[in-house]
């Protein structure tokens, strides 16, 4: 049984983990979470300011979310194929089918669980995965398909992963011997689960209410873990040197963001400043603010105490914008979505273009790797809990290229082709074989079009006959497969 110091120990890297964690989730969130955060830059002097200055700057200044549209741009593209599995014999298997109709006993399929687990990943760095199972015995299969007790999957953030630990074993490979997770929290208990190789522990713990210190043990439960090893997966798009840290793929883009968001609140500030000039006057002129205001000035007084207004030069909000539109550049290229997103500015060429959609492709494929193997590491510890074996014809496939033409384009491309002037049957059919492609999406259509295509092709020839330049002999042809075949020989036409 752990002590309360050793409960509340945390790994080394926890608290830079979850401090990134946080900042880059409230970036992705944004709204009122990223106000909570306060990530415009204080002024001088301006939290002395009466009315509480900074918090109504914060109130006034909208946040232009670059981090979330980057993540739904990539989710978009590796979802548009959902990934395909091939599972054999387990099809037949009424537990296998709620598993993957409901993976987190929470109402999500295997698809929506993956989906969120890759936008948290990709945001906060990782995300831990749990495939556990109750741990109510049942007699039969048939009882506990009655009951749905089955294994499940959960996600954990990891602001609440507070400790782990891997070693390496006797084949080399390093293995999860031990980590320490936060199930839950309220003003009053803080729940733990430690899990161990053997052994899984949970700690009930009580808190000051006030203070939100631990106070004590206060219930502490353990049981056998009859896996024999610890059924978390790690899933992380991009891996650092420390086991357990994931990076997230949108840290600049969220300080980007933070950048531009400074910006805004500048340029709010100018406007505000421009609209409303700070009036100088000595203390003895009488003034009333609004428009048809009144300036009352003593006669007597100096010339050089005249009243006058100070109000910014326009061309500042100028550069502002200019260096706001720099910023949103630099979001593009860092996440190669310059093809997708660019609006404004010089024209990408097509060389250019090419090879941004190369980049990005290559990125989002390393992603759906990680997804691929995610995915097959949480079949297998599930498959363990219900003591199945993996069958041999287990199989299932990400997509691992996303394409990322523009149809549009390219089907003006393909019409203008087709009324170049070239007179050629095969050309004109290779032409349509590609219209047809781009405009049908379903392949089992796009075969039943193509084959009809070749059946009117053969129904329409004309039979005549062709001349073997060798023999000189007639031949009599009847198909055009036999024409193009006849052709490549060197057969001519009958008469010429």
Not at 245 to 250: A, E, K, Q, T
Not at 360 to 371: F, Q
Not at 399 to 413: A, G, I, K, V
Request: proline share 4%; charged share 25%; hydrophobic share 35%.
């Amino acid at each position: 049984m752990l002590t309360l110091e050793q409960i509340q120990h945390t790994h080394p890297n926890y608290q830079a983990v979850a401090e990134q964690a946080n900042y880059h989730y409230k970036s992705y969130v944004g709204g009122e979470l990223y106000k909570s955060g306060s990530y415009l830059t204080q002024y001088i002097g301006e939290n002395q300011a009466p009315g509480n200055q900074y918090a109504k700057r914060i109130n006034s200044t909208p946040l232009d979310n670059h981090v979330q549209t980057t993540v739904d741009i990539y989710r978009s593209f590796l979802f548009r194929t959902l990934p395909k599995r091939e599972i054999g014999p387990l099809i037949n298997n009424p537990l296998v089918e709620q598993w993957m109709s409901n993976t987190d006993q929470e109402g999500q399929s295997m698809d929506s669980f993956l989906k969120n687990a890759s936008d948290l990943a990709m945001v906060q760095g990782s995300t831990w995965i749990l495939v556990d199972k109750p741990a109510y015995r049942v007699e039969t299969e048939a009882e506990a398909i009655a009951m749905g007790i089955r294994a499940y999957a959960v996600q954990y953030t990891p602001q609440n992963v507070l400790d782990w630990y891997y070693e390496r074993n006797v084949a080399g490979k390093m293995e999860l011997r031990y980590i320490k997770v936060r199930e839950s929290e309220n003003d009053e208990y803080v729940t733990f689960t430690c899990w161990h190789r053997d052994t899984v522990e949970k700690y009930k713990v009580s808190k000051d209410g006030l203070t939100g210190s631990y106070i004590g043990v206060i219930e502490h439960e353990e049981y056998e873990n009859p896996l024999g090893y610890i059924p978390f997966v790690f899933h992380a798009p991009l891996h650092s040197p420390v086991k357990g840290v994931g990076i997230s793929i949108i840290a600049d883009v969220a300080n980007q963001q933070k950048f531009i968001y400074n910006c805004t609140s500048e340029i709010e500030q100018h406007l505000r400043i421009a609209s409303h000039p700070t009036l100088v006057k000595p203390m003895s002129t009488d003034a009333v603010a609004g428009a048809g205001a009144i300036l009352n000035l003593d006669e007597s007084i100096d010339p050089g105490l005249k009243p006058y207004l100070l109000s910014p030069s326009l061309s500042t909000t100028d550069s502002i914008l200019k260096t706001i539109d720099k910023a949103v550049e630099a979001i593009q290229r860092m996440t190669h979505t310059s093809a997708i997103q660019s609006t404004w500015g010089t024209p990408m060429s097509g060389v250019a273009l090419q090879t941004e959609r190369q980049l990005l492709n290559a990125k989002l494929s390393d992603i759906s790797d990680t997804l691929r193997e995610t995915e097959l590491a949480m079949w297998s510890i599930w498959l363990d809990w219900q003591a199945l074996n993996m069958p041999e014809d287990f199989h299932i496939d990400y997509p691992d290229t996303f394409d990322m033409r523009d149809e549009h384009l390219e089907l003006d491309f393909l019409m203008k082709t087709r009324s170049s002037g070239v007179n050629n049957s095969e050309f004109d059919k290779e032409i349509s074989r590609q219209i047809v492609a781009l405009a049908v999406d379903d392949v089992d259509i796009q075969a039943k079009i193509l084959n009809d295509m070749e059946t009117e092709s053969e129904e329409d020839f004309e039979i005549h006959t062709m001349t073997d330049p060798r023999t000189g002999k007639n031949v009599i042809v009847r198909s055009q497969a036999e024409h193009l075949a006849l052709m490549d020989q060197g057969f001519t036409h009958g008469g010429e």
